[in-house]
């Protein structure tokens, strides 16, 4: 008997059955998305927007005169950064993942929020794609961060298989095109060409924060602000990098499978 054969008898079976039951997700104590208080910012307060390196952070004005904190999570690379320097613990550590959206807008914490939050996502993949998704992945410059927590969706423990999703080598037979890295100028053609090659209806998700602002790398000389104005995208997933189970929950609530983590930047607790 092959030695892994005797392995996998003796140990059994190594997959967990989340997100069906409460079952460890491998993600436990580890450091998640920072959180933020905005009504215990101190006055005239710009420490955490001052040290932000990818300006998710802004202290604006509100329509009442008053400075008000302004929250991307679309552009944060999880540095905290932010919680170091805050002074009064309104943004502060925490062990949440990523979260998928339908909606930019809805990983923006301002002004707007209470109205984004009381929006309802009712856009969802049509009844034939809630079982069975294929999906082609296109590296757009990436750092290969997202695209280890990719590699790991296959994995013995996650074996995203399971819950009717596949990778596929080819465009053509692909429903959902995945898009990571901050899309170099050089990759718009080759994107464009994937998306044009895939059978309708078909969509596109960005994962990680590059591949929806552009992150760390937005405005330089060779990329502008990730998937923006490049395709149209039905999914946003920020992180840096993302990690397995968040990408599996995006994918997901893509599908209608489960329900929105967030809107208008607020955590549904």
């Given at each position: 008997?092959p030695?892994?054969?005797?392995?996998?008898?003796?140990?059994?079976?190594?997959?967990?059955?989340?997100?069906?039951?409460?079952e460890?997700?491998g993600?436990?104590?580890?450091?998640?998305?920072?959180?933020?208080?905005?009504?215990?910012?101190g006055s005239?307060c710009?420490?955490?927007?001052s040290i932000?390196?990818t300006?998710?952070?802004t202290?604006?004005k509100?329509?009442?005169?008053?400075?008000?904190?302004?929250?991307?999570y679309g552009?944060?690379?999880?540095?905290?950064?932010?919680?170091?320097?805050?002074p009064s613990?309104?943004?502060f550590r925490s062990s949440?993942?990523?979260f998928?959206?339908?909606?930019r807008?809805d990983l923006?914490?301002?002004?707007?929020a209470d109205v984004?939050?009381?929006?309802?996502?009712?856009?969802?993949?049509?009844?034939?794609?809630?079982?069975?998704?294929?999906?082609?992945?296109?590296?757009a410059?990436?750092?290969?961060g997202?695209e280890?927590?990719?590699?790991?969706?296959?994995?013995?423990?996650y074996?995203l298989?399971?819950?009717?999703?596949?990778?596929?080598?080819s465009?053509?037979f692909?429903d959902?095109?995945l898009?990571t890295g901050?899309?170099?100028?050089?990759?718009?053609?080759p994107?464009?060409?994937?998306?044009?090659a895939?059978?309708?209806?078909?969509?596109?998700?960005?994962?990680?924060?590059?591949a929806?602002?552009?992150?760390?790398?937005?405005?330089g000389?060779?990329?502008?602000n990730g998937?923006?104005?490049?395709l149209?995208?039905?999914?946003?997933?920020?992180?840096?990098p993302p990690?397995?189970?968040a990408?599996?929950?995006?994918?997901l609530?893509?599908?209608?499978r489960v329900?929105p983590?967030?809107r208008?930047?607020r955590?549904?607790d």
């Open positions: 008997m030695f892994w054969t005797f392995f996998g008898l003796q140990k059994g079976n190594a997959t967990t059955s989340w997100p069906k039951s409460d460890p997700t993600q436990e104590g580890m450091l998640g998305m920072p959180r933020f208080r905005p009504e215990l910012c005239e710009n420490a955490c927007a932000c390196p300006q998710a952070i202290v604006e509100s329509k009442s005169g008053e400075d008000r904190l302004r929250v991307d552009r944060c690379v999880v540095c905290q950064l932010c919680v170091e320097a805050c613990e309104a943004a949440d993942w990523a998928g959206t339908r909606e807008g923006v914490l301002g002004e707007h984004a939050a009381g929006r309802q996502h009712e856009r969802v993949a049509p009844d034939g794609f809630r079982r069975s998704l294929h999906i082609r992945h296109v590296d410059g990436s750092c290969n997202c280890s927590e990719l590699q790991a969706l296959n994995n013995p423990f074996n298989h399971r819950l009717g999703i596949f990778f596929t080598p465009p053509r692909a959902l095109l898009v901050p899309v170099t100028y050089a990759m718009h053609e994107l464009r060409s994937a998306y044009a895939m059978p309708g209806p078909r969509w596109v998700m960005a994962v990680g924060t590059c929806v602002s552009g992150g760390i790398a937005s405005g000389y060779a990329c502008g998937l923006e104005g490049v149209p995208v039905e999914v946003y997933l920020p992180g840096c990690n397995p189970a990408i599996m929950e995006a994918l609530m893509f599908l209608g329900p983590r967030i208008g930047g955590f549904a």
